[in-house]
């Protein structure tokens, strides 16, 4: 299973960026998803999660309260993707963000975490 991500870049603070997290490989059912991420010299930490919802129901989501009211996290399953809108961004939102899923390859795989490559976001003030 492999995560690419990509979106991030350089952006002013106030500005958005919209990152996109896609899962390819031998996928029986994506579980759920989400996106951490580094700042520098810190620990990697949670930012959004979404787990798989269902055909009628959108997977329920979790975020860290420093991006609440920022940040939406979203999925298609369809496309066995992750999405993060990240809006109102903020000089301290400067991190390498890094995409996260819990993969089942059969029925019977209750799931591996696999990580995807981080993808640097830096905004400046």
């Known amino acids: 299973v492999q995560l690419q991500a990509s979106g991030g870049g350089l952006v002013q603070a106030g500005g958005s960026l919209r990152l996109s997290c896609v899962a390819s490989?031998?996928?029986?059912?994506?579980?759920?998803m989400g996106w951490y991420r580094q700042p520098p010299g810190n620990q990697r930490e949670l930012v959004a999660s979404i787990d798989s919802g269902s055909m009628l129901i959108s997977g329920s989501t979790k975020y860290a309260d420093s991006v609440k009211g920022r940040f939406t996290i979203t999925r298609d399953n369809a496309k066995n993707t992750v999405y993060l809108q990240m809006n109102s961004l903020k000089p301290e939102d400067t991190a390498v963000y890094y995409c996260n899923a819990d993969v089942s390859g059969s029925p019977y795989d209750y799931g591996t975490h696999y990580w995807g490559k981080g993808t640097q976001v830096t905004v400046s003030s």
């Open positions: 490989g031998s996928i029986f059912r994506l579980n759920a």
